[in-house]
Nanobody, 123 residues
Framework: VQLQASGGGSVQAGDSLRLSCEAS????????MGWFRRAPGKEREFVAA????????IYGDSVKGRFTISRVYAQSTVHLQMNSLKPEDTAVYYC?????????????????WGQGTVVTVSS
């Protein structure tokens, strides 16, 4: 499974961005998907995850209320709507496909990873 993430860019604090991630195989439509990020000099951080049918979502504490993860029912494309962006959201964002139908906040629950898309938020 190959994952293609897109939508990153450079924005000002308070702006919005929408990331998208498409998996190359429809088998990903039966799996949970998630987003993680890695900021410069920091460890990878969980951002959001969604179940195979979009019915269940989980978020990292730092993005709750600002980010929304979504997917069309049982499809292999997932989106991450990021609102009210802050400079601390600056990172490389990675999408991933989970081993199970459900998303997880644990990176070991994912077995396919995309190449990452860069988000830069300036103050």
């Amino acid at each position: 499974v190959q994952l293609q993430a897109s939508g990153g860019g450079s924005v000002q604090a308070g702006d919005s961005l929408r990331l998208s991630c498409e998996a190359s195989r429809r088998t990903a439509s039966n799996n949970g998907m998630g987003w993680f990020r890695r900021a410069p000099g920091k460890e990878r951080e969980f951002v959001a995850a969604i179940s195979w049918n979009g019915g269940s979502t989980i978020y990292g504490d730092s993005v709750k209320g600002r980010f929304t993860i979504s997917r069309v029912y049982a499809q292999s494309t997932v989106h991450l709507q990021m609102n009210s962006l802050k400079p601390e959201d600056t990172a490389v964002y990675y999408c991933a496909v989970a081993r199970s139908p459900y998303g997880s906040s644990t990176s070991s629950a994912y077995n396919y990873w995309g190449q990452g898309t860069v988000v830069t938020v300036s103050s």
